[in-house]
């Protein structure tokens, strides 16, 4: 007790001292914290909206052919940069123009998207999902199959195989469905010059293009494999044509080891004699792997590029009327000429405004609508945290319809893109940065020689009045574009 009460008075200033301390503690980690808040101005993103919410209304737009429209409605709400669940998990969404530079060219802390459903559909050695110099080894690769002066060497082959096959198509026909058609063309062109198949064996015992398009679905799917469902149903189809690209590999290893030489110079035979710095060879995985890519990458932003065009040239007299013009003189220029390579390589190269309103379709309706990557540590842009292991999508529509960027953007005009060069980072139907399309050439000179010769040899009349559009991820005309046919007889008349 008397200890009690000698420490009586002492116990009281300890505890008030005590009081003291704690509340002088807290409020200084209030101040510093209130301090800190406002010093530093990472914080987290703004929502977009509820997870069931985005993931639904995402994707009833890109069915109807308006994701463009519900991303931009979003800018509107939370600024250029905001979260979302489209794919059903958290996304950092960056757009305009400082948003595509930000997650195109930024190497350190962000990776392609390493989502299930791309790795293996693409496969786990797909250039598109590999870093650095392996990387580079393999778009080294594509880049240099795919430069001008290779396609200089198709160009003449090309040429013949379009020809030929739009011949097949439509000789004798009075209506053809031209979505259909595109993706038969394109699809046959990209065998033949890209994997250098002789053109029989794209068909039914052989290459496929359903079993390509159902594999292509698999991108999008629900990563699970479980029979009857979409993502089963492309991974099957994918094995399918695996198998046949894994058998032209072989084919073509044993006739180089015979020949002791390759006389085939495509795409295939790039791939097989290629050595990386330690100067091995890729695997055959990693050839079918990057094979396949390329045929997926190719075949239906190619085929929506071009079958956009030809709805837009049924619905717009003024455009057709100008297209036709062009084609005539080049077709009409051509009369007598030995036709080789350099000739039809000059010819596309002088479609300059046939081209601009493929440029003009791909700013209303680009055929990628932009791509995810993956934080792969804590970023920051724009003043907010993007933490690691966050999805990151860049956009391609919020700065193709920006009238900052391009006056009167629901205005459709190919003359926009007669004057200097638009600022980098803001028209990017072809991406950007290291990861840009390696196949912008090759898909320009296909498209050109498929419009020349429709253009040249018929008119046609759409089926259907201004045929909607449908996303799936990419833009396609909804109904696969009927037309009535009309061959034309005089070319250099009508
Ligand atoms: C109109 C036609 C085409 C469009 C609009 C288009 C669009 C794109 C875009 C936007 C990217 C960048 C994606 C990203 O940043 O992640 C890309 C990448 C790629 N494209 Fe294309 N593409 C087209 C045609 C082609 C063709 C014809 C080929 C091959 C023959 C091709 C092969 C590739 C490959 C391999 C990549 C991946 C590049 C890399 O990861 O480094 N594309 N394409």
Same mark, same amino acid.
């Given at each position: 007790?008397?200890?009690?009460?000698?420490?009586?008075?002492?116990?009281?200033?300890?505890?008030? *001292?005590?009081?003291?301390?704690?509340?002088?503690?807290?409020?200084?980690?209030?101040?510093?914290?209130?301090? &800190?808040?406002?010093?530093?101005?990472?914080?987290?993103?703004? @929502?977009?909206?509820?997870?069931?919410?985005?993931?639904?209304?995402?994707?009833?737009?890109?069915? $109807?052919?308006?994701?463009?429209?519900?991303?931009?409605?979003?800018?509107?709400?939370?600024?250029?940069?905001?979260?979302?669940?489209?794919?059903?998990?958290?996304?950092? /969404?960056?757009?305009?123009?400082?948003?595509?530079?930000?997650?195109?060219?930024?190497?350190?802390?962000?990776?392609?998207?390493?989502?299930?459903?791309?790795?293996?559909?693409?496969?786990?050695?797909?250039?598109?999902?590999?870093?650095?110099?392996?990387? !580079?080894?393999?778009?080294?690769?594509?880049?240099?199959?795919?430069?001008?002066?290779?396609?200089?060497?198709?160009?003449?082959?090309?040429?013949?195989?379009?020809?030929?096959?739009?011949?097949?198509?439509?000789?004798?026909?009075?209506?053809? !469905?031209?979505?259909?058609?595109?993706?038969?063309?394109?699809?046959?062109?990209?065998? %033949?010059?890209?994997?250098?198949?002789?053109? +029989?064996?794209?068909?039914?015992?052989?290459?496929?293009?359903?079993?390509?398009?159902?594999?292509? @679905?698999?991108?999008?799917?629900?990563?699970?494999?479980?029979?009857?469902?979409?993502?089963?149903?492309?991974?099957?189809?994918?094995?399918?044509?695996?198998?046949?690209?894994?058998?032209?590999?072989?084919?073509?290893?044993?006739?180089?080891?015979?020949?002791?030489?390759?006389?085939?110079?495509?795409?295939?035979?790039?791939?097989?004699?290629?050595? +990386?710095?330690?100067?091995?060879?890729?695997?055959?995985?990693? /050839?079918?792997?990057?094979?396949?890519?390329?045929?997926?990458?190719?075949?239906?932003?190619?085929?929506?590029?071009?079958?956009?065009?030809?709805?837009?040239?049924?619905?717009? *007299?003024?455009?057709?009327?100008?297209?036709?013009?062009?084609?005539?003189?080049?077709?009409?220029?051509?009369?007598?000429?030995?036709?080789?390579?350099?000739?039809?390589?000059?010819?596309?190269?002088?479609?300059?405004?046939?081209?601009?309103? $493929?440029?003009? /379709?791909?700013?209303?309706?680009?055929?990628?609508?932009?791509?995810?990557?993956? $934080?792969?540590?804590?970023?920051?842009?724009?003043?907010?945290?993007?933490?690691?292991?966050?999805?990151?999508?860049?956009?391609?529509?919020?700065?193709?319809? +920006?009238?900052?960027?391009?006056?009167?953007?629901?205005?459709?005009?190919?003359?926009?893109?007669?004057?200097?060069?638009?600022?980098?980072?803001?028209?990017?139907?072809?991406?950007?940065?290291?990861?840009?399309?390696?196949?912008?050439?090759?898909?320009?000179?296909?498209?050109?020689?498929?419009?020349?010769?429709?253009?040249?040899?018929?008119?046609?009349?759409?089926?259907?009045?201004?045929?909607?559009? &449908? %996303?799936?991820?990419?833009?396609?005309?909804?109904?696969?574009?009927?037309?009535?046919?009309?061959?034309?007889? +005089?070319?250099?008349?009508?």
């Amino acid at each position: 007790m008397e200890l009690f009460s000698s420490f009586a008075p002492s116990s009281f200033d300890f505890q008030m *001292a005590l009081l003291a301390i704690i509340l002088m503690t807290l409020g200084t980690l209030y101040v510093l914290g209130f301090l &800190s808040f406002n010093l530093n101005p990472w914080k987290k993103l703004p @929502q977009g909206s509820s997870f069931i919410g985005d993931f639904i209304g995402f994707h009833t737009a890109m069915k $109807a052919g308006k994701n463009g429209e519900w991303i931009r409605s979003r800018i509107r709400k939370y600024g250029p940069v905001f979260k979302s669940c489209v794919m059903g998990s958290h996304i950092a /969404i960056l757009t305009g123009q400082s948003g595509n530079k930000f997650i195109l060219t930024t190497s350190d802390g962000i990776a392609s998207d390493d989502a299930p459903a791309v790795t293996t559909i693409l496969g786990r050695k797909s250039l598109i999902g590999v870093e650095g110099s392996r990387h !580079k080894l393999l778009k080294g690769a594509v880049m240099n199959m795919l430069k001008p002066e290779r396609l200089q060497k198709f160009i003449g082959e090309m040429n013949s195989s379009i020809q030929r096959l739009l011949l097949q198509e439509l000789e004798g026909k009075d209506s053809v !469905k031209l979505v259909s058609l595109s993706r038969r063309v394109i699809f046959a062109v990209t065998c %033949t010059i890209v994997l250098g198949l002789p053109e +029989d064996s794209v068909g039914e015992n052989s290459l496929r293009l359903e079993d390509l398009l159902t594999t292509s @679905q698999g991108l999008i799917a629900l990563p699970f494999n479980i029979p009857g469902m979409l993502f089963a149903k492309a991974c099957k189809a994918r094995a399918k044509i695996c198998k046949v690209i894994y058998n032209i590999i072989m084919a073509r290893k044993l006739k180089m080891e015979e020949e002791k030489t390759c006389s085939q110079d495509d795409i295939v035979a790039s791939f097989i004699n290629i050595r +990386d710095e330690e100067g091995k060879p890729l695997s055959d995985e990693e /050839i079918v792997d990057n094979l396949l890519t390329l045929l997926i990458a190719s075949n239906d932003t190619t085929s929506s590029l071009l079958s956009m065009f030809l709805r837009h040239l049924g619905n717009d *007299a003024h455009v057709y009327n100008q297209v036709f013009e062009e084609q005539k003189e080049v077709a009409k220029a051509r009369e007598g000429s030995p036709v080789d390579g350099k000739l039809i390589w000059n010819e596309t190269q002088s479609m300059k405004y046939s081209w601009r309103v $493929a440029q003009e /379709i791909m700013r209303f309706s680009p055929p990628s609508v932009g791509n995810f990557r993956i $934080a792969t540590k804590d970023m920051k842009y724009g003043g907010f945290d993007i933490p690691k292991g966050w999805r990151m999508l860049w956009v391609a529509s919020p700065t193709h319809n +920006d009238p900052d960027i391009f006056e009167e953007p629901e205005k459709f005009n190919p003359s926009r893109f007669e004057g200097p060069s638009i600022a980098p980072f803001t028209y990017v139907p072809f991406g950007g940065g290291v990861r840009i399309c390696p196949g912008n050439g090759f898909a320009r000179t296909t498209v050109l020689l498929v419009i020349h010769h429709l253009l040249t040899n018929y008119r046609w009349t759409p089926m259907i009045h201004d045929e909607p559009i &449908s %996303t799936n991820p990419v833009p396609f005309p909804a109904m696969d574009l009927p037309v009535k046919l009309h061959p034309i007889v +005089d070319k250099f008349s009508s």
